[in-house]
Nanobody, 127 residues
Framework: QVRVVESGGGVAQPGASLSLSCVLS????????MGWFRQAPGKEREFLAT????????HHSYYIKDRFTASRDAGSNTVYLRLTNLRPEDTATYFC????????????????????WGQGTQVTVSS
């Protein structure tokens, strides 16, 4: 069974850091484009980053690029998201997803570009 599993969420104080991980398992063959999104209560799912399969092209949303860093090992279907200088407005469920779309990874910023989603990991920022 092909599945995506996120881990690493939790509760953090403002200004702190957290690291999230995500694994796409059960899929034989090459690596695929992966993406990070988040969804806060009452809000739409928000794009955060895309990572090409060879890790040569990692694209971050303008709104978080100075505080969040996505990464992956080239050719691996394990990706990471480092969250720094956390703010209360970063409180959300963070999702990882995999895409079979062959378009350039930096164009894959929409929910519908991804076919396999994890259950999400909760990040709560509070003092």
């Amino acid at each position: 069974q092909v599945r995506v599993v996120e881990s690493g969420g939790g509760v953090a104080q403002p200004g702190a850091s957290l690291s999230l991980s995500c694994v796409l398992s059960g899929r034989a063959g090459r690596a695929v484009t992966m993406g990070w999104f988040r969804q806060a209560p009452g809000k739409e799912r928000e794009f955060l980053a895309t990572l090409s399969e060879d890790a040569s092209n990692i694209h971050h949303s303008y709104y978080i690029k100075d505080r969040f860093t996505a990464s992956r090992d080239a050719g691996s279907n394990t990706v990471y998201l480092r969250l720094t200088n956390l703010r209360p407005e970063d409180t959300a469920t963070y999702f990882c997803a995999a895409s079979s779309n062959q378009s350039p990874s930096r164009t894959l910023t929409r929910y519908n570009d991804y076919g396999i989603w994890g259950q999400g990991t909760q990040v709560t920022v509070s003092s």
